[in-house]
């Protein structure tokens, strides 16, 4: 999993970088706000990232403002990194987006235990988008079912929405879960089959 680093403080950079590397983490890093701003707003963003509160350019708290006013699809989890410890402080940084909050100078261990909540909600977020898209096709396929069906008056084929042909029982199977069983009617029997009979089971 990607991760972002934003820290204007080289110290801090190399230090973060290196217990994320040993993580298993792919690590991008910046050096300022506005830099960061820039890698989280692209559509291949990283899916973490360890934010300054204060850099130049840009601060960190404005920065996870602006990327949290964007309507995307997937918002990175932003963990917010600072001296400041106060109580005030973290009510800020939470306020302005933030998921999470960790003072300067960090624990290693405290660092890891964050970041493993922070892969859990990003992997949670990933299988909740595949069953929307999943919800969403299906419910295409259910307006299609209600919708008006091009069927061919001798052989009761349906045209598909790519012009071809196909039977109606593939065509249903296709679009939905209803599954078939072929059976012969009553009708169809005494007209195809008039040598059998066909037992009155209406007493059984």
Known sequence: MRILIADDDLTYRVLLNDVLKKCGYDVL???????AFEVLKRSDAPELAIIDWMMPRMEGL?????????????????????SRGEKLDIITGLEAGADDYLAKPFNV?????RLSVGKRIVNMQKRLAVQVE???MAMNHIETLRGILPICSFCNN?????????????YISLHSRAE??????????????PECEIEDSSDV
């Open 158 to 170: 349906i045209r598909n929405d790519d012009g071809s042909w196909e039977r109606v029982d593939d």
């Open 134 to 136: 999943e919800l969403r």
């Open 109 to 113: 261990g405290e660092l890891q235990a």
């Open 180 to 193: 078939f069983s072929h059976t012969v009617c009553p009708e169809c029997m005494e007209r195809h089959y």
């Open 62 to 82: 404005e920065v996870i403002r602006r990327i949290r006013a964007f309507d995307t699809e997937f918002s990175p989890y932003i963990i917010l990194l600072t």
């Open 29 to 35: 890093e910046s050096t300022d706000g506005l830099e």
